[in-house]
């Protein structure tokens, strides 16, 4: 995500430097006139405005600490972080002198890459610059706080929207129909949704090639499932219970793999209990625990 964020603000003409932990992940950013940074340091050093795109809430936190933005900076935070990191990082970000706008996008790797994510921003507007390259839209969400909030319930639908045709399309392959049947009955129709077509057509034809990794797909469940009281996720239960499974580095027969992220609601197990998958071969694989 950080990658195609960094270039499209380099393709406007801002001045740009960059920093991964993994440095030859960023080196091919000076193809776009970015300065590769040794460190998160100096990559910071003299920035107006400071962009933070990082795994999770404890992350953000280490590298903010490290690289110690200028007093006076604008912090653009727009990792996916949950309710009580993104205080924490507030609160960093008073110490440190920094104005926090915290800023999470709608969108993975090929919106980020066409500069049509969705952000959403509960103010101030200092970082606007920077935001309306990097999406398509900003949406000022107001009062702080909101805007993360907001990002997981949009993820709570994303996931919900993932979970539905897998619990579809593996009913029509129970059933003895022809999956396309299903998306091809809801096309054009009131209960239709392009996503619905996206994924499921993928999980038809067994492509599973990944658009954003396992861990971190886990990583915005859990956020989702942490920030509810009284309301009844199941999509997201299921689909943390599939991501989970994959990030252990289990690999489901093909027909199967459906089913682990479409999972009947009255399935769904609690994150931190040991679950069981296959191993690849069908056979049950080795008990693991979450923690």
């Given amino acids: 995500m950080g990658f195609p964020m960094a270039a499209n603000l ?3 003409g801002l001045q740009v430097k960059a ?3 993994t440095r030859a992940k960023a080196d091919p950013l ?8 040794d460190s998160a340091a100096m990559a910071v050093a003299d920035a107006d405005i400071v962009v ?8 953000v936190i280490n590298v903010l600490e490290t690289a110690s933005p200028r007093p006076g900076a604008v912090l653009s935070q727009m990792s996916t972080v949950g309710t009580e990191w993104t205080t924490r990082i507030a609160a960093l970000a008073g110490k440190l ?3 926090f706008v915290d800023a999470p996008v709608l969108g993975t790797k090929q919106p980020a890459e066409n500069g049509r994510l969705v952000v959403l921003v509960p103010g101030p507007e200092e970082a606007a610059r920077v935001l309306d390259v990097i999406g398509s839209r900003t949406l000022w969400v107001g009062p702080a706080g909101a805007d993360t909030k907001l990002k ?4 709570a639908w994303v996931l919900a929207l993932t979970n539905a045709p897998a619990e579809s399309i593996g009913l029509a392959e ?7 049947l299903f998306l091809e009955a809801i096309k054009g129709g009131g209960v239709d949704v392009p996503y619905a077509h996206l994924k499921g057509r993928a999980m038809i034809e067994a492509e599973f090639t990944p658009s954003f990794p396992a861990r971190l797909a886990l990583k915005d469940a859990k956020l989702v499932l942490d920030g509810a009281s009284a309301a009844d996720l199941a999509g997201a239960w299921a689909s943390a219970r599939g991501s989970y499974v994959r990030s252990c580095g289990f690999a489901p027969p093909a027909n199967q793999s459906r089913r682990l992220t479409g999972l009947s609601p009255t399935a769904r197990l609690a994150i931190d209990r040991p679950l069981r998958a296959t191993d690849g071969r069908g056979s049950p694989g080795k008990r693991r625990t979450a923690r």
């Fill in 19 to 21: 920093w991964n932990r």
């Fill in 52 to 59: 933070t795109m990082l795994a999770d809430g404890p992350m």
């Fill in 174 to 180: 129970d059933l003895g129909i022809d999956p396309n």
């Fill in 152 to 155: 997981l319930v949009a993820n």
């Fill in 97 to 99: 002198g920094v104005v």
């Fill in 10 to 12: 380099a393709r406007v």
């Fill in 30 to 37: 000076a193809e776009f006139g970015v300065e590769v940074a």
